[in-house]
Every structure is written in C-alpha cells, then in structure tokens.
C-alpha cells in the first residue's frame, strides 16, 4: 500500500490527468443514463396531450392518451425461434375436415400459398380428387398435414429441423435445414414439399426476418410443410386455409377444450360429438401415427361432384 | 342402367302427383271460417307464447314463417309467405289448423282453445295487414343477467324489459340460451331455458365442460331470439370446469423427440452395441501386443 501511495505521489500529474479523465467518463456515462431515465419519465406521465381511439380487447373502442401507446417492435428471429418451438402452453390443436361440403373451391389452396410464400405447384394443402373401388362416387379431399403425435418425419431428421411442439404442431425451420430430405421420405401422408428452386417473389422477402411458424422467408434447398398457420394460432386466430373456405369444410379448435369453430360459419360445436355423431375417421390409421387431422365422411353432399364439366373420375381416366 | 331407372322414376313423379293432388284437393274450408270472430284482441303479448308453441309444435315441418325452412315433400308451406297469408285470414288458419288434413294434423285435442289462437296470432303476425295491439317488446329494453349458486351448480337467469319510464318488469317466456367462451368462438352448453311469469330461468351446468387448470370457465348467458329480445348478454368466470391436466408430450422420451429426449432403451442398446464392437476390437489389438511380448 505504502510503495503504491509513493508511487501516487511521484507520478501526481500523470495519475491526476487519468483520474480526472475516468471522473469525467463517469460522470457523462451517468448523465447519459439519468438524462434518459428522466426523458423516458417525462415521456410515460406527459397527459393532456393527443387523445386517440383504439379498439379494445373487448371489441370496446377506447379513448387513449397518445403518450400512453408503446409501439411494440417486431418480434427478433431468436424470440420467434425459441417461442416457435415451445409452442403454445395448454393446447392441443386440431383440425376436422367435412368431405361433404368440400366443392373444389381450393380458397384454401391459394390463401395458404399466399401467406407461406409458395409458387402455385407447391402445396401445404391441396385439394385432391379421390374415388374408391367399384360404383362410389368420386369426391374432393382437402389433404393438410396431419400433424401426427406419433410423427415419422421428425424422428428421421439428422439434424433436429423438423420437431414437434407441446401444442401438437409439426414444424420445420428452414435456417436448420439441410435440404436431406429424408422427413419427406418418412411421411405417409405426402405432406412435405421441397424448394427445388428460388421461392416465389424471392427477392421481396429477401430481407424479412425469417418467422419458424410461418416458413418465410422460404429457402431454396429446404424442406417446407403445413404449419396449421402456428403465427395466427398464436394470435389467437384460426389458420389461413380455415377462414378462407367459402363452404364451411373446416372446423377447427383446441381438444383440450373440447370445441372447434367452424371457419365459415364460425359455428362452435362440441367436437367429441361432432365426430362421434358423423363417423369420423383419420387417414393410414394402421401406421400408427396418430393424426391430429379428422375427416368426416363425404355423405350428405352440398353440392354434386363436378370436374372440368364431368361428374365421373372413372371416365376421365379411361380417356 | 337407363332402363331402369326411367320407369322408376315415372312412377316415383306419378306418386308424388297423386299425393300432392289428393293432399290439395282436400283442403276445403268452410265460408263461415272466412268470418269466424276473433275470440280476444290479438296483442304482442300473445304472438311471443304462440312463438314459443309455434317451435314446439309446427316448426319441424313449417319451419319458421318467412325463413323457406319448411318441408316441401309433404307440401307443409311456409306460413310466412305474401301468397299464403293472402288466401288465409286468421279464421281459416285457424280451421286449417283446428282440423287437419293428410300430413297436417289435427290440433282439436292436443292444444287448449288459447294457445291455438296464440298461434293463429304468431302466423298472421306476419301478415302486414293484420293488427295486433298492445305493447311491443323492444329490443334494446331487455337486460338479461344470471346469479350463480355454487353448491348445486346451477345458473338463475333472470329477464327482464325495462319500460318506457325506466322500470324494470320481469319478461316471461323469454329463451335464454348459455355458452361457454372457447379459443374461436362460443359453444353452446344445455338445452334452451324458458322464464317463468317471474322472469326467471334455472339452469343445471353440465359437470363435463373442459376448463383451465384451476377449472376456471367463462360463462354466457344470451337471449336465443335476438331479433326479438336483442343481443344483449351477461358473462361470468367460474370454476366450474374440470381441471386441465396438461402433460407436455415433448418432456417425454420419445422416438419422434428431439435427440436429448430419446429413449432409454435405444440409448442403452446403442451403447451396448457400439461398446461391444469397440470392445472386442481393443481385445484383438491387446491380444496382438501380448503375441509380439511373448514373442520377444
């Protein structure tokens, strides 16, 4: 202590100037921190201003001191990611398909490759015909991804891109991906699809901040599926395809508390009941995978099948 | 195919020909009905209870008056249209109605000579000529609101119509329909309730309605006929619900997890595997020193 004390002593000008210099630093330093603390007091309790009307949560609209709004950002990539993989606590989606109503309107088709970047050949769910044996009749089958809670595509992933949520959502990010390909081999469902080449519109979402829920901006290379819209879910919204079926083919809901809502009609139903009272059914059950996707049966038609003016598949193949 | 189908089908439009001729040809009403004197004043009080009869009663075949809903296979009309309420005042309803005919059935005996008017009523409410007098319900008057007793679960509904000098007065035979708020949407819990001459409604909560983890429920109560009574509504959280036990799948070991959730058994057996074949391998390579020592 002494010899360092002596040392001061001797080299007062020199110690004194640095002293004063680290003073100063920390003096602005606080000043900066105060300063900014008192703007930001300033700017939380300054009443009186502009007024303005918001709506509600309550569907209420509300009058609002302007200075009272806080503008939330974006979300940041790392935020999505870790909440994308979380998912969302006490959920349990689900998704039930009415074959009966489906008129090959494929709304759906488009608002999903609306909202997740896909050229018009790429499908998170497409509408397909189907026919069975003998003299049935053809119908339309909307085909999501059946979000299984016993998943194929995620136990084959080499590098943990593909994964399921506590919510029971199966999805994929894109950054992690390494384009193997294997989920797509391991799905029974034919649900995945593969960017081939440069996505749509590649150069507007070139500098978006990649959402793992929404799969966009998509990547060339990567693997991209249906996601069941996991950002509008987390909104509290249902998903693209739903809301946009003009015939009321999509109900969906949470199974935990027991309802899903109508997209259409936006009707609330008890969905034990609704599948029990309509014989519904799930796609490969005997693979195991457990489909978080139900399909009513295509009876009680709303409207005839019709394809490009034929009411016959069996005919069209033939020719 | 063709030629089996053709006379099937003839035959099937000879029937309903046949039906729908005989089903017509009946219907004759007497002159008099034309002038049968209307036994009190029809009032708006009266068309509500023929309502409320009128969907016990009629609705299966007729379907609400002016909604199309009616069943045209057994030629029940929609009492609702221009063209039925011209050819029918309400003495010739009422004998149509009294009487019966084919598919329509008699009401002589089944209904009380009140409620049968009432009816009449409701029905020819919707001819614009007709007057009803009395007081008409509006509905921006109507308050609804329920109170809750926990020991047996049951919901007391209560409805009332405030009037024009700000009183309240209890509506009767009002329907009162309660949901439960879900994620999308409102689902529907019970049958539909009816209010007494006290304006109220008892409703037993269902003990199988899904809640949250502390059983927490948020209940609605809400007037079924919203044209009539308005869209006004009361709700409530109760924890009512049975709890929710969430187990988060992904905490498990599982072959579809991700790799620091895996199984157990395919750990250890791939352990076991790997280390056994590395094993033996050090075995040969120790075994191959211990040959060149024994050899020096």
Known sequence: MKSKNTHAEKNNKKSTSRRNFLKKGLLA????????????????????????????????????????????????????????????????????????????????????????????????????????????????MPKPCQHCDDPPCTKVCPVDATFKRQDGLVLIDNERCIGCRFCIAACPYSARIFNWTEPRDAEKYKDVEYDVELNVPQKKGTVSKCLFSADLLREEKMPYCVTACPNGVYWFGDENENAVTNGTTKETVNFKKLLKDNAAYVLLPELGTKPRVYYLPEKNRLFPYKYNGSTELKKEHNS | MKHILKPRKTTFIFILLILSFSVNAQWNIPDYAKNTKLPTEPTYKLTETGKQLFIKNCIQCHGLPGEGKNNTAINAPDLGTADYQSKHNAGQFYYQFNEGM??????????????????????????????????????????????????????????????????????????????VKRIFGNL???????????????????????????????????????????????????????????????????????????????????????????????YVVFQITQIKKAGK
């Open chain 2, 102 to 179: 084919g598919f329509m059935p008699s009401f002589k005996d089944k209904l009380n000579k009140d409620d049968k008017w009432s009816i009449t009523f409701y029905v020819k409410s919707f001819d614009k000529g007709f007057k009803i007098t009395g007081e008409k319900i509006k509905a921006e008057n109507c308050v609804i609101d329920f109170k809750t007793e926990d020991s047996a679960r049951t919901l007391i509904a209560t409805a009332n119509i405030i009037d024009k000098n700000g009183i309240s007065k209890p509506a009767e035979g009002v329907e009162i329909n309660f949901f």
């Open chain 1, 29 to 140: 330093g606080a000043g900066t921190v105060l300063g900014a603390g008192v703007v930001g007091s300033f700017d939380a309790f300054a009443e009186g201003g502009d007024s303005i009307k918001v709506l509600g949560p309550d569907g209420k609209i509300l009058t609002v001191d302007k200075s009272h709004l806080k503008e939330i950002g974006a979300r940041t990539e790392a935020q999505m990611q870790t909440e994308g993989r979380t998912g969302i606590p006490g959920r349990r989606w689900i998704k039930v398909i009415d074959l009966g109503k489906c008129r090959n309107a494929r709304m759906c088709v488009a608002a999903c490759q609306h909202a997740h970047q896909l050229k018009p050949e790429q499908y998170h769910v497409n509408v397909l015909r189907m026919d069975r044996e003998g003299e049935t009749a053809p119908f339309f």
């Open chain 2, 188 to 282: 529907p819990i019970g049958e539909t309730v009816i209010t007494d001459q006290n304006g109220t409604a008892v409703f037993k909560f269902p003990d199988n309605i899904p809640g949250d983890e502390n059983g927490k429920i948020k209940i609605i109560a809400k007037f079924k006929d919203s044209d009539a009574y308005g869209t006004a509504m009361k709700s409530a959280e109760l924890n009512w619900g049975t709890h929710l036990h969430f187990v988060n799948p992904v905490l498990e070991r599982t072959l579809w997890g991700p790799n620091n959730r895996v199984p157990l058994w395919l750990l250890l057996s791939f352990l076991i595997v790997t280390g056994s074949v590395w094993l033996t391998i050090f």
